[in-house]
């Protein structure tokens, strides 16, 4: 069995033709390598961290204007809501639907609110007897849908 293992081989050293390490000159330069090269990844480090801030920073605007256009869109249909809801107590709860369904639209949590059929067709009762824009009405038709 022992003859059949192959014996390792020899070691062999090598050494590369521009090695910087034989001389103390060398060493110098070594040195001065690596303080440019700590340097060149920290201005690196930090033109990435700028840009990272930069395209975060456009992220969140474009996040506030899309939540400030959201709000607005649905302003009116709120207010007037809620001025029904002190008055018309018996259709408290969908009221209550359409204002939290707005709510969780606007703060982007949701991009469609499905209803039942029931619950749709007391919905589009009350839209219609609101006066709304072309644009809300087209909001509302994009906001609430039925389950089918």
Known sequence: MDDEIRPPDKVIKETLINNFYNNANAN???????????TVLELSKLEFEQANAEQDQLIINKIKEETKE????FKNIKQTIK????YDKQKNN????ILSAIEMYE???????????????DVVSIFKSIRLSQAES??????????I
Do not use: C, M, P, W
Request: no cysteine; net charge negative; hydrophobic share 40%.
């Open 28 to 38: 110098a330069n070594a040195i001065d390598d690596d303080d440019v090269l700590t």
């Open 70 to 73: 959201r709000i607005h869109q």
């Open 94 to 97: 969908i009221y209550n639907t």
């Open 107 to 121: 703060e982007g949590y949701i991009a469609s609110y499905i209803l039942t059929k029931k619950e749709y067709d």
């Open 83 to 86: 001025k029904l809801l002190l």
């Open 138 to 147: 087209i909001s509302f038709s994009n906001l609430f849908h039925i389950n």
